[in-house]
């Protein structure tokens, strides 16, 4: 369960927020898993208690139907663990580069692509006052737009760029950590 905010508190501290974005994470890919199987017909309508012992069955097929013909809902990159042991947290390793000096050009995504990583509208319909405030011009279609972006190409995490943002609600700033090739967005 996402953690509630007790009596009298107006936020969350920092574990508790972080612990809340996790579970409602995973969560939007249990309920993704379970709207696909409703799609099935015999799964979106109540289940009679005869068809119990055939459940198992049902959903083992569906499942293998949804593995083999669906892609993932979450991937995962093999060099997680890899690329956390390297501490990319810390402020040092990070420097300013321009886009044009990225290892490879960052992907044009597809609309859905761009619904996933974002976990639904919200963020997007954010995004344009996140990026005219931390860009230097508010025309944004402008090739000339310069817009902060980090990488660490020196401890092997190359294709990992880092972006800045101020929070909407209070005064901190968030990092946002992009791991990528010329064709997908492979982690966030």
Not at 100 to 113: A, K, Q, Y
Request: hydrophobic share 40%; glycine share 2%; aromatic share 12%.
């Amino acid at each position: 369960m996402p953690s509630f905010l007790g009596k009298n508190r107006r936020q969350f501290d920092a574990y508790d927020a972080n612990r809340s974005r996790f579970v409602r994470k995973l969560r939007w890919a249990v309920d993704g898993v379970n709207a696909r199987l409703k799609r099935f017909r015999w799964f979106s309508q109540t289940i009679q208690n005869s068809s119990f012992p055939s459940v198992p069955d049902f959903m083992a097929t569906i499942a293998a139907l949804n593995n083999c013909f669906h892609v993932p809902m979450v991937v995962a990159s093999p060099e997680d663990d890899d690329i956390v042991r390297h501490n990319l947290q810390q402020h040092n390793v990070w420097q300013f580069i321009d886009i044009d000096n990225l290892f490879e050009p960052f992907p044009v995504l597809p609309l859905d692509d761009i619904r996933s990583i974002t976990l639904g509208v919200y963020q997007l319909k954010r995004a344009r006052s996140y990026d005219e405030e931390h860009s230097d011009c508010t025309e944004l279609t402008d090739p000339d737009v310069d817009f902060p972006i980090e990488a660490c190409p020196e401890h092997g995490a190359e294709d990992i760029i880092r972006l800045r943002s101020r929070s909407a609600h209070k005064s901190c700033i968030y990092h946002t950590c992009i791991q990528f090739n010329s064709t997908q967005v492979i982690a966030w």
